[in-house]
């Protein structure tokens, strides 16, 4: 089964859910502000998906900003990256796919498609 980690109020996840909807495939969706991914599954994720551990933020967010991780990150730990990221799901990219095979991060239909 497909997990999607959305916020309600994000046009970029609307868009995704629909795009899930239109093509007839399941998922199980779960709210990222209140039931985001913990550091086990973060770690377990960043693993599966090849990606920097960087490409897991929420760079566009609110609260990105507000705590100025553009400038922190670069002198941040692995472990202090994945329990940042653990605290609050609004810092997490999102939409966040999770397959049995891929991790997607953000809303790129040609990569979707692709995948699913």
């Known amino acids: 089964m497909i997990k999607v980690y959305c916020y309600s109020k994000c046009t970029t996840c609307k868009k995704a859910i629909k795009w899930l909807d239109d093509n007839k495939i399941e998922y199980k969706l779960f709210d990222i502000k209140e039931d985001h991914p913990d550091e086990k599954l973060l770690r377990k994720l960043y693993k599966k998906s090849g990606l920097p551990l960087r490409k897991f933020f929420n760079t566009s967010g609110q609260l990105y900003r507000e705590l100025e991780l553009s400038k922190k ?9 994945f329990k940042l990221l653990a605290s609050d799901g609004m810092l997490v990219k999102r939409p ?16 979707w498609k692709k995948i699913l």
């Open 73 to 81: 990150l670069p002198d941040m730990s692995e472990d202090e990256m």
């Open 96 to 111: 966040l796919l999770i397959s049995d095979d891929n991790v997607l991060l953000g809303f790129k239909e040609d990569e």
